[in-house]
């Protein structure tokens, strides 16, 4: 049993930054694929980032790419989302995931465990 926390969201203004960080316990961290999700009001959840189990594999849903970065430290049990040049349309709950299988990396039903989420507001 894997348990998720995600921590670093805040109120940013657009074009500024932040990097979520997501710390992982009760589980072998080096064996999980990662990623991240986010769910706007009103918005079904949607795949951000994920990223392999030693973290040269990644891959991020159109709509980031050049602007957000998802890493891991395997020692420290942690994955991060580091965000630029943030937009009004990424406002939303963050959410943290893990599964220990590598297929099906952008499907939201086929990961276990989740994060409670960390709110990201981006003002205009």
């Known amino acids: 049993q894997v348990q998720l926390v995600e921590s670093g969201g805040d109120l940013v203004q657009a074009g500024g930054s932040l990097r979520l960080s997501c710390a992982a316990s009760?589980?072998?961290?080096?064996?999980?694929?990662m990623a991240w999700f986010r769910q706007a009001p009103g918005k079904e959840r949607e795949f951000v980032a994920g990223?392999?189990?030693?973290?040269?594999?990644?891959w991020t849903t159109d709509s980031v790419k050049g602007r957000f970065t998802i890493s891991r430290d395997n020692v420290k049990a942690m994955v991060y989302l580091q965000m630029n040049s943030l937009k009004p349309e990424d406002t939303a709950v963050y959410y943290c995931?893990?599964?220990?299988?590598?297929?099906?990396?952008?499907?939201?039903?086929?990961?276990?465990?989740w994060g409670q989420g960390t709110q990201v507001t981006v003002s205009s």
């Open positions: 009760g589980g072998t961290f080096s064996s999980y694929t």
């Open positions: 990223l392999g189990r030693s973290g040269v594999s990644k």
């Open positions: 995931a893990a599964k220990s299988t590598v297929l099906n990396i952008m499907m939201r039903s086929s990961y276990n465990y």
